[in-house]
């Protein structure tokens, strides 16, 4: 970005700030009217080519981007995004398109005055609540980076299925299918900023925890977002990113900074990290003790292990209930995906999930992000349909007919099937 973009960028951050503060009753206005404040982030948006915290936002704070309802479908303080707007955007989900999953709400911070400070008894020479080791967001910037395409996805994505398919009631928010993304992620190996911190040779667990604020669930206060990840996958493939398909990160998606890790649950990958715990004993954290595991009659008392990779799924390009005219050809498209290795072959139904053919690949198969497909399809018979697509990933792994359920409604991964109508 450049120099005047970037103090644009700062103004626009500081407004945003200032207005969400005015709107929460944190600040007062200073003298200057709703209207005033609005007609300046309007100006200050423009300028720096940032969204406009436009009155739009004003009722409900919880996202800063737009969310127009031809794209996202509100539930409570995250976005999901609407398939059909996927049509025809190319391999990466675009910024503005990318679901939002937001604990509270997205806090507008400034890159400037942001430390990332990592701490514990997993550092050499460091007591467990000794200083931190500091970096800034230049100092991140001045590393070796590293760029990647992979998904984030809600463990939760699909979730409305266990009811819908199912008959089954889960606890969270009821999320169709659009609780995933992919993007090309730029910024630095987490191994490399944990080698430079001092990593000890007992350190097991690194906790990252983000700048949001603390989450209250059940009228307890369950403190700020974080979650232990193991060191194995630490020094693996995660990254500290700092772009977003060659863009600084949004606001909503971790601006300055977020933790990426590919193929896991999208609660790994948090984001406005702020700090991050390296420590020589297991930590524990609501995140993977309470949430995060799968409890219900077919699993054990105290839950599975804490979730990591996610499961196989497929989605077409397409609204519920689409509409196609008999006797017409169409081309359905779609994509499909795997925490275990990149999809390889698609199997397609039109007809209920009577007969099946096998879709056509428009991706070379990659470990971390989807594979997008295609298959012709006349309808020949007026009345409701349902279109169904199966997924098998390098793994071997296949999406089953059911998901055995979980009560919080983690990890769906049986073939979902999609009401259209032939008219
Ligand atoms: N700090 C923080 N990190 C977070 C969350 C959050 O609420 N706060 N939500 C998590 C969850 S549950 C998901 S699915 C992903 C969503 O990422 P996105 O909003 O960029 O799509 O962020 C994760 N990281
Ligand atoms: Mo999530």
Request: aromatic share 8%; net charge positive; glycine share 10%.
């Amino acid at each position: 970005m450049s120099a005047a973009g970037s103090a644009a960028h700062h103004e626009t951050a500081y407004d945003q700030r200032r207005l969400r503060q005015w709107l929460a009753g944190e600040a007062r206005a200073d003298g200057v009217t709703r209207r005033r404040l609005l007609t300046l982030l309007a100006a200050t948006a423009v300028v720096g080519g940032l969204p406009a915290a436009g009155p739009a936002r004003a009722a409900d704070a919880s996202v800063v981007k737009p969310l127009p309802p031809e794209w996202f479908v509100r539930r409570g303080t995250n976005a999901e995004t609407r398939w059909d707007a996927l049509r025809g955007t190319g391999h990466h989900t675009p910024n503005e398109l990318f679901f939002v999953r937001n604990h509270t709400a997205t806090p507008v911070l400034d890159a400037a005055d942001w430390r990332l400070r990592l701490w514990g008894d997993g550092l050499r020479g460091r007591p467990a609540e000794g200083r931190p080791v500091e970096f800034g967001y230049d100092d991140l910037r001045a590393l070796p980076s590293t760029t990647r395409t992979a998904f984030v996805e809600c463990a939760g994505n699909g979730r409305s299925h266990y009811a819908t398919q199912q008959g089954e009631t889960a606890t969270g928010t009821a999320w169709t299918l659009g609780a995933v993304g992919v993007a090309r992620w730029r910024g630095v190996r987490l191994s490399h900023v944990l080698r430079r911190a001092g990593l000890s040779a007992h350190a097991v667990d690194v906790q990252p925890r983000g700048l949001d604020a603390e989450y209250v669930s059940g009228g307890e206060n369950l403190g700020r977002v974080r979650r232990p990840l193991p060191l194995g996958k630490a020094l693996d493939d995660v990254l500290l990113a700092y772009e977003m398909n060659g863009e600084p990160l949004p606001y909503d998606h971790g601006y300055p900074v977020r933790v990426l890790v590919p193929s896991w649950v999208g609660i790994a990958s948090v984001k406005w990290v702020g700090d991050i715990q390296v420590s020589a004993q297991p930590l524990y954290s609501p995140w993977n003790t309470t949430f995060y595991r799968l409890f219900g009659p077919a699993h054990p008392e105290e839950g599975s292990a804490p979730l990591t990779r996610q499961t196989v799924k497929s989605a077409f390009e397409l609204a519920s209930g689409a509409s196609f005219p008999v006797g017409e050809e169409q081309v359905l498209h779609g994509r499909s995906w795997s925490g275990a290795g990149g999809v390889v072959r698609v199997d397609v139904s039109t007809d209920g999930g009577a007969s099946w053919r096998r879709a056509r690949l428009h991706d070379r198969p990659r470990s971390g992000t989807w594979t997008r497909w295609s298959l012709p399809w006349t309808p020949t018979a007026p009345g409701p349909a349902h279109l169904l697509a199966r997924a098998t990933d390098t793994a071997g792994r296949t999406q089953p007919d059911t998901t055995v359920f979980n009560t919080q409604g983690y990890l769906f991964d049986a073939v979902v099937r999609h009401p259209v109508t032939v008219v």
